[in-house]
């Protein structure tokens, strides 16, 4: 059973920069799907950002494309999502989503479609 562990949240500046990592541990297969949902206060769950370590998926919203980049370490079961120039807008919790469904593009960004959560790192955006 693939277990997820985030880490890497704080308290940031506008303007700064993060990087979130999501461990995965047990045998999380190359064609695994992983995603990265944020809900902030009073919001519902929100898709941030998806893809396959075989790097034949990569999906952003609209609302981080440009400054939010999503990677995977593959031999280290590793993902990440760095975030550049943060606003207080995205002050959220940041949860890891996986699932060994190969998902597309559309179908990534529902966290229906994702069977495992980590336990979420809060990510606060203040001066």
């Known amino acids: 059973q693939v277990q997820l562990v985030e880490s890497g949240g704080g308290l940031v500046q506008p303007g700064g920069s993060l990087r979130l990592s999501c461990a995965a541990s047990?045998?999380?297969?190359?064609?695994?799907?992983m995603g990265w949902f944020r809900q902030g206060p009073g919001k519902e769950r929100e898709f941030v950002a998806a893809m396959r370590y075989t790097r034949s998926l990569t999906a952003y919203a609209d609302a981080v494309k440009g400054r939010f980049t999503i990677s995977s370490d593959r031999a280290e079961g590793t993902l990440f999502l760095k975030m550049n120039n943060l606003k207080p807008e995205v002050t959220a919790v940041y949860y890891c989503?996986?699932?060994?469904?190969?998902?597309?593009?559309?179908?990534?960004?529902?966290?229906?479609?994702?069977?495992?959560w980590g336990q979420g790192t809060q990510v606060t955006v203040s001066s």
């Open positions: 047990g045998r999380a297969s190359s064609t695994y799907t």
């Open positions: 989503a996986a699932t060994p469904s190969q998902l597309i593009a559309s179908t990534s960004r529902s966290m229906d479609n994702y069977d495992l």
